[in-house]
Structures are given as C-alpha cells and as structure tokens.
C-alpha cells in the first residue's frame, strides 16, 4: 500500500479566494465571545498590514476595501467532499481526513499513470487547477504520509525503514494531540517526534493515554490503520461561495471553471459524460436563477463545456448581484471509447458536427439552428418541415420545385387577368393540378405554373381552381 | 544556371499552379461545379475548397443556387455538412431532395444579428465538420469577409457568400468572385476574380445542362 496525502492548510481562506481571479484584500473572521477577531488573510491583506488576531474592525481601519466572511466550516467540509469526488478519477481508495486533508490509495494507479512521479504531478496540477494550495507526501502508511504532508517533506517514501528515519526529526507540532499534551512534551524536553518514541512505552501511555501510542504506532507501520472508504455520490452537486458580489457575468466564468474542473474529476472517475450542466447562480436577496447548457452528444471535456458555458453567460442577463453557484450535472451517462483513425490527420481546431451544433445553439438560442426534411404530402406549404439535425425521411420526389419557398403564398397583382411581378409574367410550364387535403380542414385546389417574366426572373405561381382570376406566388427557382 | 535551380528560389512565384496552404486538413482540392462550361473557367476545375467564393447579383431567383446545387449535392453525400445561414426564403426540402442533396446533412440557422450571423459563419466554416457554408449577409464589410476566408483555410470548408452587384466595386479578399446576371436559357456568369489568372469571356451556364 502506497498513501498519498492531501494536506490544505489554507483551506478556510481558499473556499472563498478560489472563486474569483485576481487577489482582492480578503480576510476570513471568526467569532470570539462578542469581538469578531481576523482568523486568516490572504497576501494582499497581509500587505496592507492585517494579521490574524486583530479584531475586525481594526483590520477595516487599515484596509477600507477588505472583503471579510466569515468562517465557514460547512463549506470547508463541503469542498472538501468536493475533492474527494475529484479525485475519485485517481483511485477508488480514498479517505477524508477531517477537516483539512484527503488520503488516496494509490499504490494500484501507478501503471496507469505513469509512475509514481507523473501521478504526484498530475494531482498537484489539478489540485491547483482547482484553486487549493496544497502539500501533497507519499507514504507507505496513511498516517505516516499525513504527518509528513503537514511537515511539508516532498520526497516521497517508499518503505517503512526509510519512513521511520524520516518521521524521527519532524517537529512535534506535526502531531495532532491537545495543546495541553504539546506543552507537557515540550516541558519535558522532548523536541522531534523520534524523541518520544525513544522513551519507555509503559510510561507514555501512563501519562498520555493509550491512545497516544497507538497514534505513534500507527505512523510508524507497527499498528494496522484501517481507513473508512470515501463513497462519492451518485449525482454531481458542487457549491462555491464566492469572496465578493459579483455583478458581471464574465467574471463568474473564471468561477464556474472551477466547478467544472471537479465535474470531469467526477465524470473521469465513473468513465462518464454529461448532457445537460445545470448552474444555479445564487442571490442575497432573489431566488436563485438557473442556467442551463444541453449537449448533443454526452462529454466530460472541460474545455468545449467552458466554451459552451461561456456563451451561455455572455447572453444571461444578471437579475442581481451573485454571491455564490452550485453546479449539479444530471444523468451521467457512459461514454464508450471511440474509435480513432490512425491516419487522419485532424488540425487541432477542427470540430465535429454535434460541438459546432452545440456552440451554436449557445450563442444563437436553442430554437434558432435546425435540419429540414421532407413530408409526404401533396400540399407544398406541408411537404417539408423543420426537424432536428441529421432527421430525414426518405421520399422519392420526382417532379420540378423551386428551391425557395415563401413562407405565406403572396397574392400577386393581376393586368388583364395575367399576373405580374416586375413585369409581366409569361407561364412557360404548367398548369399542375394539385388538389389535397380534404381530411383536415386545409384543403386545397390549385393549378401550378413556372412563371418568368422580362428579366428572366422565374418563379412559382398558381391560381386557385375555379375561383376568381386571382394568383399568388409561391416560390422562386433560385 | 539550370532552370531547376532557378524554380527553387524563394523570390520566384508560380503562377500555374495554385497550391492550396494545406493547414493540416486533408481535404480534396476543388469540387466540380456540375457545368463543364464553368468547370473549364475555374481554377482546379470547380469550386475551390478552404476558400470563400462570392456570388453577385441584381435579382433574385435567376438560378444562383442551382448553379451551386450539383457541387452540394455531392458534398453532402460525404461525411461534411452543408450550412445555410438567413437564406431569403425558405430553402424547399423536396427540391433540394429532387436535386440530390442528402437532407441528413443539412443545417439551416437564422440569426437576429448581423454579427451573430457573421461569428456563425466563421465557426461553421473554422470547424471543418460543414463542406459549405452558403450565407446572405447584409454588407459584411473587408475585414470581415478577410476573417470568413481564413476560417474557410483553416476548416478546408467552401463558403458562398450572396451579395448584391454594388459589392463587385469593392475590393474583397474573397478567392472567387462570380457575377451572376439572367439569360434566356440559363445564366450568365463572369469571373470577376480567381486565383491564377484573369478571366475572358463571360461563362453562358445553360439551365438545367448539369451533369450530375
């Protein structure tokens, strides 16, 4: 077993500074009795002089535009679940460790991924790319790997010889004991981790509990530490609170990649793809609006869904100011590997028909881009309809059309019983009988004829049968 | 100096042949128009492929579309779509069914907006998935119609765009430019500009003369 821990020690600043791109002064509080007292601040604020402890308004004094929230340890833990279901596409043993970590299980990922040095990399990228700021250590206990993540040790370790040589000279405070045992170690002189472990056991575990040693035992190999299994949901559903108001669409792109980033970890992990993202932007003081983007074609890749997502935002007019978005995906759907070509060369910006349909309905509108296909019917204005692309019913046509239609026949004006468009019209082909529809209440009798007139305009005309000398234009051979 | 060596230097341009910057996509060179008398004016021998070709005319309904629909046709029965953006009317499936065009490969969008009309060419025409994009934009102006033929490039797609014949006094970077006007039994078309060479006489495309 090969441990890889996750160690996020600015996790109560990062769920709100993750949100938005450039670092505004930002400070998280939390409550103390009746002062609220600064708990973290990001570099910006801690420029403009702000450290943790001041009291809040002293901090506002110093720095009038400081955003401030307050700590939020739902959200913490949510973003922490949020990660684990990223990093489900890593492996199927994970592990929470509450409230600021994560353990994966990744001894049976390394051949898929390329060694353990290439997996390392791509979990500290996409932990980036998320917008933590994590120390990643790899060990062959979970303990052990945690304890040298928040001694921020990077060279990753293989075996329990060389794990217990490097745990001996970490500081005591990587230990998660209470303040009041800390302090009584130090009291007795012990300064590293090794320390404690020289003295006698019996006399440990008078003074500071059983559990103490089994904790070192643990870190050490000598303790099985059984972990319980993260399960990630069934349906995707992220949240991310966002620093300050935001009060134009495209700065919550930057925001909604985030969540995107966590939705392909999801889909990655159940080899899945989406067709419809769903995106709430949440108000202070409205319900909150929802935004939706449908695929054609089931995918989990983060780039055309940010496109997609972008177009959707440019047209979206905000109702008011967003402080939060909570994306959830419905129907993950299988995707099956595609067969690929070995020999087709594909330029790298080339698209294939459903992402062009896609990008276009969401910037055009869903309505706005379709298919045509034939009808059978012998009424003309019934002969074809709008139909979803790639929709067709094959129909053996045989006579002439003109490649216009009008939507509405246009009535034409008659000279001496002969019509007339720009000039008079001379009937070169026809008559053609077509009377139809008598079961619905649209039927029609009219005597079709090819029309061109001086400027060898030609055009599709009829006239009703046996009613007045009226014509109406139909359509026009383009 | 042998004349090898001379056709290898970077300072001589030939002007018989049009190499076609291949971006990358494979792509068949030019695709026959369907009329041997207009295949024999045009360079490669038909409509040219990744470029954008312009069609100028005073009236509607004189047989512009038909003289493209053989060459769509067939590019609809390939793998490639074929686009129609705010075409005037409604484009007629069964005729374009008689025709020979494969319905399953078509896409018809009207935009509100000129520009939504305009970035929905250059998309369509920069993604490679349609063979041709024909469209009818209200007076897109240079720098524009310069975007719409690096697109067509870059997807190895053919556009067509409809203007009206004030446009034939502009300049366009557009790679063929046709003006269409009536005849009695057909059309009339001159090569107002094509890649290669100037044009002669004005092309007479007899109506319904395609060979398919």
Same mark, same amino acid.
């Given at each position: 077993?090969?441990?890889?821990s996750?160690y996020?020690?600015?996790l ?22 009746? %002062? ?12 403009r ?34 990660l684990?279901?990223?990093?489900g596409?890593? *492996? ?11 353990l994966?299980?990744?001894?049976g ?6 060694g353990?040095?290439?997996?390392r ?15 990643l ?8 790997a ?6 921020? &040790?990077?060279?990753? /370790? ?21 303040v ?22 019996a ?11 089994? &904790? ?10 059984p ?13 991310l609170?966002?620093?300050?108001e935001?009060?134009?669409s495209?700065?919550?792109l ?7 980033v966590?939705l ?10 989406v ?10 003081d409205?319900?909150?609006? *929802? ?7 089931p ?12 177009e ?9 100011p967003v402080?939060?978005? /909570?994306?959830?995906?419905?129907h993950a ?9 070995l ?5 790298p ?16 509108g ?20 709008y ?13 002439l059309r ?6 509405h ?25 077509i009377e ?9 009798? %009219? ?32 | ?15 018989g ?7 990358? !996509? ?8 369907g ?35 053989? =060459? ?48 929905a ?11 041709a994009?024909?469209?009818?934009l ?7 119609v310069?975007?719409?033929?690096? =697109? !067509?490039e ?8 409809f ?10 970077p !557009? ?8 005849a !009695?039994?057909g ?17 007479r495309?007899?109506?319904?003369h395609?060979?398919?």
């Amino acid at each position: 077993m090969l441990w890889l821990s996750l160690y996020l020690p600015h996790l109560a600043l990062e769920v709100f500074a993750r949100g938005e791109r450039r670092a505004a002064p930002l400070a998280i509080y939390i409550q103390q009795g009746n %002062r609220q007292l600064v708990h973290v601040r990001n570099r910006a604020a801690a420029q403009r002089g702000i450290r943790p402890g001041m009291p809040i308004n002293a901090a506002l004094a110093l720095c009038a535009e400081l955003n401030i929230r307050a700590r939020d340890e739902a959200a913490e833990a949510a973003a922490l679940h949020g990660l684990a279901v990223w990093a489900g596409q890593f *492996t199927s043993l994970l592990s929470v460790q509450s409230p600021q970590g994560l353990l994966l299980e990744i001894e049976g990922s390394l051949l898929l991924f390329g060694g353990l040095e290439a997996l390392r990399e791509h979990i500290a990228q996409g932990v980036a790319e998320l917008g933590y700021r994590a120390r990643l250590a790899v060990a062959s206990t979970p303990l052990g790997a945690w304890l040298l993540a928040r001694a921020g &040790y990077t060279q990753s /370790v293989t075996d329990l010889p060389t794990l217990t040589r490097v745990l001996h000279p970490l500081p005591l405070s990587v230990l998660e004991c209470p303040v009041q045992d800390l302090a009584a170690l130090r009291g007795l002189g012990l300064r590293h981790v090794g320390d404690c472990v020289r003295l006698p056991r019996a006399g440990l575990a008078k003074r500071f509990g059983e559990d103490f040693l089994d &904790y070192l035992d643990k870190a050490f190999g000598l303790r099985p530490d059984p972990r319980p299994r993260f399960n990630a949901p069934e349906q995707f559903s992220a949240q991310l609170p966002l620093p300050a108001e935001v009060t134009h669409s495209e700065a919550l792109l930057f925001a909604a990649r985030r969540l995107i980033v966590e939705l392909q970890g999801f889909l990655l992990a159940r080899g899945a793809g989406v067709q419809t993202l769903v995106l709430d932007l949440l108000h202070a003081d409205h319900a909150c609006s *929802t935004l939706s983007v449908g695929l054609v074609r089931p995918t989990r890749d983060a780039e055309h869904l940010t496109s997609l997502l972008r177009e959707t935002l440019e047209r979206h007019q905000l109702i008011a100011p967003v402080e939060g978005l /909570v994306m959830h995906a419905e129907h993950a759907i299988e995707l099956h590997g595609s067969h690929r070509d070995l020999f087709t060369s594909r330029h790298p910006e080339h698209r294939d028909w459903q992402q062009l349909v896609e990008q276009l309905r969401a910037r055009l509108g869903e309505d706005r881009i379709s298919g045509v296909c034939t009808c059978s019917d012998h009424r003309p204005e019934l002969a074809w309809r709008y139909c979803p692309p790639g929709e067709n019913v094959r129909l053996s046509v045989g006579r002439l059309r003109p490649v216009w239609l009008l939507p509405h026949p246009q009535l034409l004006v008659s000279v001496d019983a002969q019509p007339w468009m720009d000039g008079e019209l001379n009937l070169t082909r026809g008559p053609e009988r077509i009377e139809s529809g008598w079961w619905d209440d649209n039927d029609i009798g %009219r005597d079709y004829f090819i029309a061109e007139n001086a400027r060898h305009e030609r055009f599709w005309i009829y006239r009703e049968i046996g009613a007045s000398v009226q014509w109406f234009l139909h359509g026009v051979f383009a | 100096m042998s004349l090898d060596r001379i056709l290898q230097r970077a300072d001589i341009w030939r002007g018989g042949d049009h190499a076609l910057r291949d971006k990358g !996509a494979a792509v068949q060179r030019s695709v026959p128009s369907g009329y041997a008398e207009l295949d024999a004016q045009l360079p490669g021998g038909g409509w040219p492929m990744g470029a954008l070709a312009e069609l100028l005319l005073e009236q509607q309904g004189i047989g512009e579309v038909q003289l493209l629909l053989p =060459a769509l046709a067939q590019l609809s029965r390939g793998e490639r779509w074929l686009m129609w953006i705010s075409p005037p009317y409604l484009p007629y499936a069964p005729a374009l069914a008689t025709a020979g065009v494969e319905l399953t490969h078509m896409l018809i969008t009207r935009p509100r907006t000129q520009r939504d009309a305009l970035w929905a060419m250059e998309q369509a025409l920069r993604s490679g998935a349609c063979a041709a994009v024909l469209a009818w934009l209200e007076e897109p102006d240079p720098q524009a119609v310069r975007r719409l033929q690096l =697109a !067509a490039e870059t997807g190895g797609s053919l556009g067509v765009l409809f203007r009206p014949l004030q446009a034939a006094a502009q300049a366009s970077p !557009a790679a063929l430019r046709l003006q269409l006007s009536a005849a !009695a039994d057909g059309l009339e078309v001159q090569i107002i500009k094509r890649r290669g060479g100037w044009s002669r006489q004005p092309v007479r495309v007899r109506r319904g003369h395609a060979v398919a």
